[in-house]
């Protein structure tokens, strides 16, 4: 039977390269002949450092990860790993030999981001080391960690988004410079941010993954958008003063495009063997329409980013150099001293460009066009090799201040390589007109609102273009063609005075601030079906201006209320003349939502009354918390359905300085605590040391099982394990941990609330 094929990780989407035959388990050597030989024409690095840095691009990537900063618990947490774990990790050792602990990455900043070194058998084999990564796994799927490769978190860290930004991540999935956009939205718990974050990316599947991980950090003030970036539709929003309606632009723009993703052959090994150097050239056209539409969309004064995870300067330097000339009112920032930590080589000037399909031949382009035989030859010249990847002249070069780009190698501080380069807005509009009357009017817009294909002058082939990309607009001038690909339910907002509305405020006394009027269905009708979504002021100004369907708009704001539908108990407590509100706070909302209730409407409860929620799904109210019972008797007689506890838990050592705030669900004789697994388990850890969770119990009883089955099977002198085709001590270390290791996309199904209990 033929190995099944295997999905290669990566940036490039509809890349055939990116299905390979081989089997999984298969090695790639850590090396490729082309690769050295066209980086080391190209000289980005001396050549002792190139052997330098060859030394660590083959070694495995240390695991980073970073603290969610925005979260209140930020500190909290980071003090406790630094208390609670650093002490025991340190005098971690194995077979007598002492291993690293964690450190936290220097240039991050407030040491939220951490490195471990060590391999994955290490950690299997270090009880410490695994109680630790048991302890990241949690916390991260909770969200209050992300692992992300320590270089993916420079760009969102220069970006320096406020939060009354702002900013629209162009090419956002799976999420995580987007996770840092949002912290840097919320960094002021007790403030609500006025700024926007759009999320956006062109692969469907992948647009949708955006929604899941970014409802890891609930926020009202996210768009999530399935465009194409080199073709983002403009943006209305209605002025709130006047009531009219102006074009929208971003603040801060983050333009983190598909690339070869040649700096993460440390962590995607089979980039080693798949790597040739078209492949870079391949993606330079739409790398520059990306930036070119970025630039377009950004506001006067505004700053955007670009960034690859590639050290190709067809990918880099030359992007940017023709980006630049073509918008004068770009220029580039030199921003090394705003991560001031951080080990960094300059921005090169100077590179050949490959011309050959098969080898490395680097050449001129007028010399390969003087020689061109025939037309078709021409022809495939002018498509495949745009003038826009050759270098400017020295003295443009100087003039664009091309070693202002930031270029990280692995070697410097052992991570991946990745490029980054700064660019600002002149402020003034003036600026803006005056410098760019050559430009190719990249967007056409029609009364109804249709946006042509943008087209960037150095990009574009001398020849008219034939091949247009599945995922890209090509609908003609002045016609509008209904997109049947987009098939999301219409996004409304509520009428205020609207009978729901109203329930809900009388139910939950909410305060006169609460935002009433940014409650966002997904209906036309603007009446609520099963969920109600808080969006900011601006994302409904937005709503309010633009079409959705052209942006592409699958999900925003955050999930306020689901309905709860339990017509059994409701009936009951009708007839005794209850107010009942049949709309659930759920946990991603319930740090809005106790902003605008009273004090007196929010419960309080102890560490005991939190465990007895931890350890069942639905405790029955009687046997609720230990000697003192108060949140026992309150719940006893407070009406059913939902409620939001405060627990303060600190004991000076858990790292829960602030209080938790979780919703309850009362039924008529059980109460449910509405905060998933992962969150259940991760809280357990961190208050009680253990996961006293049922998900935690079943785990742990399948685990002894497990090893009391291997314990059987050792005794009894099987080779292999029961159930598994390798035996216990494999040569690839790769295989076993895997499952193991916090995900950077956890899968959509990772989070699971408990469903209220019907009685
Ligand atoms: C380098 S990855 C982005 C990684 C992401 N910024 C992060 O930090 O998690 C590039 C992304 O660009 C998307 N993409 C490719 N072509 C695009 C286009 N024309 N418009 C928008 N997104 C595109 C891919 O689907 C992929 O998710």
Request: net charge neutral; charged share 30%; aromatic share 6%.
């Amino acid at each position: 039977m033929p190995p099944k094929k295997a999905f290669k990780k990566g940036c490039r989407k509809n890349d055939k390269s990116n299905y390979e035959r081989r089997p999984a388990w298969q090695e790639h050597t850590p090396a490729n002949q082309n690769f050295e030989a066209y980086y080391k024409a190209q000289n980005i690095l001396s050549p002792e450092e190139w052997d330098e840095f060859m030394k660590f691009a083959k070694e495995l990537l240390p695991t980073s990860f970073r603290i969610t900063g925005n979260k209140s618990t930020a500190k909290d947490l980071n003090e406790h790993i630094k208390k609670t774990y650093i002490p025991i990790l340190s005098e971690a050792k194995l077979d007598g030999v002492q291993l690293a602990p964690p450190r936290q990455l220097e240039w991050y900043p407030d040491g939220l981001a951490w490195q471990l070194n060590l391999t994955k058998t290490q950690i299997r084999k270090s009880p410490e080391f695994k109680r630790f990564q048991n302890f990241l796994v949690y916390e991260n799927e909770a969200g209050n960690i992300s692992r992300q490769e320590a270089v993916s978190m420079i760009p969102p860290l220069l970006l320096k988004l406020e939060p009354h930004h702002s900013a629209v991540d162009m090419c956002a999935a799976p999420g995580s410079k987007t996770a840092q956009l949002l912290e840097a939205l919320h960094a002021d718990p007790a403030k609500e941010p006025t700024g926007l974050v759009v999320a956006n990316d062109s692969d469907n599947k992948r647009a949708y993954l955006l929604v899941h991980q970014t409802s890891r950090l609930p926020s009202p003030n996210i768009m999530v958008t399935n465009t194409d970036a080199t073709s983002f539709p403009n943006i209305y929003a209605t002025d709130e003063t006047t009531g009219s309606r102006k074009k929208f632009l971003f603040d801060r723009v983050l333009c983190d495009v598909p690339c070869t993703g040649d700096g993460t052959v440390r962590k995607n090994l089979e980039i080693w063997s798949h790597w040739t150097a078209n492949n870079g050239n391949g993606l330079h056209s739409l790398q520059l329409r990306i930036l070119n539409r970025g630039i377009q969309i950004l506001k006067p004064g505004g700053r955007l980013v670009y960034s690859t995870c590639s050290m190709n300067p067809i990918e880099n330097e030359a992007v940017i150099a023709t980006a630049l000339k073509e918008n004068p009112d770009m220029t580039l920032v030199d921003a090394a001293q705003e991560l001031p930590q951080l080990k960094r080589k300059e921005g090169i000037k100077d590179w050949k460009v490959n011309t050959s399909r098969d080898a490395i031949e680097f050449g001129d382009r007028e010399a390969l066009l003087a020689a061109a035989t025939d037309e078709r030859e021409r022809s495939r010249i002018q498509d495949k090799l745009p003038k826009s990847m050759w270098p400017p002249t020295k003295e443009d070069a100087d003039a664009l201040n091309l070693e202002r780009c930031l270029r990280v190698y692995s070697h410097q501080q052992d991570t991946g390589s990745f490029f980054i380069a700064v660019l600002e807005k002149k402020a003034t509009e003036e600026v803006v007109k005056e410098t760019k009357p050559t430009e190719t009017e990249i967007e056409t817009e029609t009364t109804e609102g249709q946006v042509k294909r943008p087209v960037s002058p150095s990009a574009q082939s001398e020849r008219p273009q034939k091949r247009v990309k599945k995922d890209e607009p090509t609908a003609e001038k002045g016609k509008v063609k209904p997109d049947s690909t987009f098939r999301e339910d219409p996004f409304s907002y509520m009428e205020e005075n609207d009978d729901e509305v109203k329930g809900m405020v009388d139910y939950y006394k909410f305060h006169e601030s609460f935002p009433k009027h940014n409650l966002l269905v997904r209906n036309p009708n603007q009446q609520a079906g099963r969920t109600i979504y808080l969006t900011s002021n601006l994302v409904r100004n937005i709503l309010h201006s633009s079409d959705y369907t052209r942006l592409r708009l699958i999900s925003s704001g955050v999930k306020l209320f689901v309905k709860q539908d339990n017509q059994k108990a409701y009936a009951e407590e009708e007839k005794e003349g209850e107010n009942r509100c049949k709309w659930r706070v759920t946990n991603e909302s319930v740090n809005f939502v106790k902003k605008y209730l009273p004090k007196e409407s929010i419960l309080s409860g102890t560490a005991d009354d939190l465990r007895s929620f931890v350890e069942h799904y639905h405790p029955v109210i009687s046997s609720i918390g230990g000697e003192d019972g108060k949140l026992r008797d309150i719940l006893q007689n407070v009406k059913s359905g939902s409620h939001i506890v405060e627990f303060s838990l600190d004991n000076g050592e858990n790292g829960l300085s602030q209080p938790v705030y979780v919703p309850l669900w009362k039924s008529k004789t059980s109460v449910s605590m509405m905060v998933d697994k992962k969150e259940r388990s991760a809280l357990s850890l961190r208050l009680f040391g253990e996961d006293v969770s049922e998900a935690g119990r079943k785990q742990a009883e399948a685990q002894k099982k497990r090893e009391e089955k291997m314990k059987t099977a050792i005794e009894s002198g099987q080779q292999h394990w029961p159930g598994h085709e390798k035996p216990v001590e494999t040569p690839d270390e790769s295989s076993a941990e895997q499952t193991a290791q916090p995900s950077e996309t956890p899968a959509p199904e990772a989070t699971e609330t408990p469903q209220p209990k019907v009685e």
